[in-house]
């Protein structure tokens, strides 16, 4: 009978659960980042209507991410968790205060929707930020004594953990400006546009900064990319990136308007691959790894039957809801 690296096939499928929920839920909360950008109601409104559709569907990835994490790896789940108790709490509120605005927006009266249009961002930066936050801590890792979280309660709390938090409200507001010049006309596609070019230099500065420092402060992600060995595989990662972040600068103009949103999420995906390549295979860093985290072989087997029935509809439900409501949205009523 094959046998199966069951902890890794796990820990691919709760990665791209996550990164899935990065470039889904990531333009919905970047249009609540860019929102005070944009001072004009009607087009506040187009803003919001280009994601009403899908954006609940979004977070599904997130949830499958969690489940994922608890159901393989429960003992990373436990670490993490109680390592993160701060900007997992801020996370969940922003996520919730950003659905109550989004909903509450279109029902209040005209008075009122300035409050909710203000919550709006408020709940997408803090959950924006908070998720940035917690990216940074586990790069930085946690210290584990007996299989449990043996840190204080702010050990999250770092200048590098800061830095990650405000370079992934720059991600997000890039793929909020991409998917909007992707679906929106006229004035708000111009000022969206606009805002492309200098928030991928800052993103990748960021992105730069972020793989400087995490060699020097994790000996084991040093040695791998500094290893002569190595090199020519890793190699292509930093260059095809950079090749990306030029085809993007580059397609601010194109009239191809989804050719900007492409390149953002290869940009994205890019920069995911090769911090996953560099922890790997410790998913409790600097030192755990998947198969010390891992559940037992039965419940793996078990739980994964449940995820190759289910992420196969996802895929399909979530496919469906972008072909339908593809195109322009060119009114508050609805697309073309």
């Known amino acids: 009978m094959m046998n199966f690296d069951l902890p890794s096939i796990w820990a691919l499928i709760i990665g791209f659960g996550l990164m899935m929920y990065v470039f889904l839920d990531g333009f919905d909360l970047g249009i609540g980042l860019l929102s005070p950008l944009v001072k004009n109601k009607h087009e506040r409104d187009i803003m919001v209507n280009s994601v009403a559709p899908v954006w609940d569907g979004n977070e599904t990835w997130l949830v499958l991410g969690g489940a994922g994490l608890l159901a393989a790896f429960p003992m990373a789940y436990s670490v993490i968790l109680s390592a993160l108790y701060g900007p997992i709490l801020v996370m969940l509120f922003g996520l919730i205060l950003r659905g109550v605005a989004f909903e509450f927006r279109f029902k209040a009266t005209e008075s009122h929707r ?7 961002f408020v709940g997408s930066f803090m959950a924006t930020f908070a998720q940035g936050v917690a990216m940074g801590a586990v790069i930085i890792g946690f210290p584990v004594e007996n299989g449990e979280f043996a840190g204080g309660s702010l050990d999250w709390l770092t ?26 006309e006229h004035n708000l596609y111009k000022q969206m546009r606009k805002l492309i070019k200098p928030l991928t230099i800052l993103l990748a500065l960021c992105m730069l900064g972020i793989s400087i420092y995490t060699p020097l402060i994790n000996a084991d992600v040093k040695a791998m990319w500094f290893n002569w060995s190595n090199i020519v595989y890793l190699a292509p990662l930093p260059i095809i990136t950079g090749i990306f972040v030029l085809l993007l600068l580059g397609s601010v103009n194109s009239s191809k308007h989804y050719r900007p949103f492409i390149y953002a999420l290869c940009m994205l995906f890019m ?35 449940g995820v190759v029935i289910i992420v196969p509809f996802i895929l399909a439900y979530t496919f469906w809801s972008y072909y339908v409501f593809r195109g322009k949205v060119v009114d508050t009523e609805g697309y073309h």
């Open 114 to 120: 300035p409050l909710w249009d203000k919550l709006f």
């Open 271 to 305: 920069g995911y691959l090769g911090l996953c390549i560099s922890l790997w295979p410790n998913i409790i860093p600097p030192s755990v790894s998947i198969y010390e985290a891992a559940a037992p072989e039965s419940s793996l087997k078990f739980t994964l039957v």
């Open 159 to 184: 200048p590098f953990s800061l830095f990650t938090g405000c370079s992934l409200l720059f991600a997000y507001g890039l793929l909020g400006a991409t998917w909007l010049v992707v679906k929106t």
